[in-house]
């Protein structure tokens, strides 16, 4: 053996014992406002993910949480590159899955909640969505795109026919979080609101304001609001990350069930909120108020939405949607 190959062989024994890397060192998670993202909150403050990646033997790894106002600025930001995992409502990830096939290939990694949404109004002629006419105003993060547009587009095909699920769509207006609770309470023309805790919390306790569906009513149940999610690029260039991401999510959901005063300390500290500490812990300790990693009900919206023709491919099983290290549990 020459002294070149000796030195090949015993730089190539180093590498093998160095702790690997993943390639990219900085992850960006692009999320949302509200209560809804208590799961990356809580990854957020205790980093989970540094400790899980760190625990496969990803040396460096630092995630960077990035906040935007609505759903479709986070699927844009994934799609381009401008971060590497996204949570963002199922609609909205079903409709860049079934667009991405061949290109993207955009796959959830793993659900971040089953928290309800609730359609809330100060009208007192609306008692349920069919009573909803022209001159209402329905305030949601994502028209067209995000969960609760989707919502409202099942009650509407529930109550006037599948032909007919846009028939509240141009009622609708895209608004955060924050911003549409401010309109709904400050009697602009906006006065109904798709919303989510905290912010659902805050408007029913206002005189007049009444919610007219909830998104249980519309599964039947709870049912997977939001899901992570990434590109094929990335999954590939890194899949011990992708296993420690979800092995934090996991982590993030037991500590929300075991230490509720630990998962409102990360709320309180990351999420920008100015919400009272007991108001944060009641919304928390609600048993409507669930963080699960099961997928629920991914299949029925997916077969809504293909039916009415609204994504073109009907993926086979809701294993089709997400990443192969979350088809342990019993999903749906």
Sequence with gaps: MTLTRRTLVASLAMAAALPAR???STVRIAVQPGMTYLVTNVMQHRQLLEKHAAAAGLTGVKAEFVR???GNN???AVI????EIGATGVPAFLLMWAKTRGSADVMAIAPFNNMPLVLVTRNPAVQKVEDLGPNDRIALPGVGVSSQALMLRMAAARAFGDANYQKFDALTINRGHPDAMAALLSN???NCHFTAAPYLQR????PGVHPILTSTDVYGGPGTIGVTFSTKKFRDANPKLISAFVAATREAMEIIATDRPGAVDAYMAVSGDNAARAEVETIISDPTTLFNITPRGTM???EFMHRTGQIKILPESWKT???PELHDVAGS
Excluded at 80 to 83: D, F, L, M, P, T
């Design 22 to 24: 993943a390639e990219t």
């Design 68 to 70: 935007l106002a609505a």
């Design 74 to 76: 986070v699927n844009d």
């Design 80 to 83: 381009s590159g401008a971060v």
């Design 188 to 190: 602009t023309e906006i």
């Design 203 to 206: 408007e029913l306790a206002v």
């Design 300 to 302: 029925k919206v997916a």
């Design 321 to 323: 949607l997400f990443v």
